[in-house]
C-alpha cells in the first residue's frame, strides 16, 4: 500500500482554522517520511474548548507559525503526488484542506481519500466507539491523541492492518 496521511487541528469552528498539520507517507506498506508543522490560522483566533481540552495549541504555539500558503509549498509535494489521501474521519481532514485551500485561492486537484474511521465502523463492529484512540487500543498503537503527526501515523498505522 502506497499513500499520504494527514491529520489537521483546528483553533476554532472555522474549517480555515487549521493550526497544525501531521503528514505521513507510506510506500510500499512502510512509513518513509514524516512531517508536522504548526500552522498560523484563519480566523486567527482559539476557542478554549479546542486549545485547552483537545490540543493545547494557543497563540503563543503558533506566534511565529507559516500562514497556509507559506506552508502549501513545503507540503504540496505530499499531498498532491499521493495516489490516495487517508485519515481517520478523513471527511474532515479533507473539509479542513479543502476550505484552507479555497480561502486562500490555491488551485490543485487532490487525490481520493480513505477514510480509516469509516472501514474500522465496518471491519470492527463490536467496538464500544471508533474513536482514534479507542481503534489505537484494540491494535495496540501508541497514540498521542490529538498531537496532529501522531494522529497521522495512528492513522497510516490503522490503514495498514485493516487493509492487511
Not at 469509516?118 to 490529538?146: A, G, M, W
Amino acid at each position: 500500500m502506497t499513500f499520504t496521511t494527514i491529520d489537521f487541528e483546528t483553533a476554532n469552528n472555522d474549517r480555515t482554522s487549521a493550526c497544525q498539520i501531521g503528514i505521513v507517507v507510506v510506500e510500499d506498506g512502510r512509513i518513509i517520511e514524516e512531517f508536522v508543522s504548526f500552522i498560523k490560522p484563519v480566523p486567527d483566533y482559539f476557542l478554549s474548548r479546542f486549545t485547552d481540552e483537545i490540543h493545547g495549541i494557543n497563540e503563543d504555539t503558533v506566534i511565529d507559525a507559516p500562514t497556509f500558503p507559506e506552508l502549501w509549498e513545503k507540503i504540496s509535494r505530499f499531498i498532491e503526488n499521493a495516489p490516495l489521501i487517508v485519515a481517520h474521519n478523513a471527511p474532515f481532514d479533507m473539509g479542513v484542506l479543502k476550505a484552507c485551500l479555497e480561502y486562500h485561492d490555491i488551485s490543485t486537484s487532490l487525490p481520493k481519500y480513505f477514510c480509516t474511521l469509516k472501514e474500522s465502523r465496518k471491519k470492527l463492529p463490536n467496538l464500544s466507539n471508533h474513536q482514534l484512540s479507542t481503534v489505537c487500543d484494540y491494535f495496540d498503537i501508541p497514540l498521542d491523541h490529538h498531537e496532529a503527526l501522531s494522529d497521522a501515523r495512528a492513522a497510516a498505522k490503522i490503514a495498514l492492518v485493516l487493509n492487511n
